[in-house]
């Protein structure tokens, strides 16, 4: 499966983005998918990630209340809304799907920089 990940930008601290990771070549819907971001200078980190069948949701401390993951397997589509942006959420954002050990993909990254 090609995962595509979409809707970064610069945006002020406060704003909102939404990203988007469209997937190809096989359906999303038996994946666990989620997000992870790099920072400059820092190690790749969680995010969020989201059950197959969407009822179940996970997020990092530093982004609960503040980041909603969400699907569309119709779509074959992830999304995280991103809201009360702050300049350390800046970092390049990924897409993932895991459908067991042999089954790990990643997504090319998205920028996002908020300014303060």
């Known amino acids: 499966v090609q995962l595509q990940a979409s809707g970064g930008g610069l945006v002020q601290a406060g704003g909102s983005l939404r990203l988007s990771c469209a997937a190809s070549?096989?359906?999303?819907?038996?994946?666990?998918m989620g997000w992870f971001r790099q920072a400059p200078g820092k190690e790749r980190e969680f995010v969020a990630s989201?059950?197959?069948?969407?009822?179940?949701?996970y997020y990092a401390d530093s982004v609960k209340g503040r980041f909603t993951i969400s699907r569309d397997n119709a779509k074959n589509t992830v999304f995280l809304q991103m809201n009360s942006l702050k300049p350390e959420d800046t970092a390049v954002y990924y897409c993932?799907?895991?459908?067991?050990?042999?089954?790990?993909?990643w997504g090319q990254g998205t920028l996002v920089t908020v300014s303060s």
């Open positions: 989201i059950s197959r069948s969407g009822g179940g949701t």
């Open positions: 993932r799907g895991v459908g067991g050990p042999a089954y790990d993909y």
């Open positions: 070549g096989r359906t999303i819907s038996i994946y666990v």
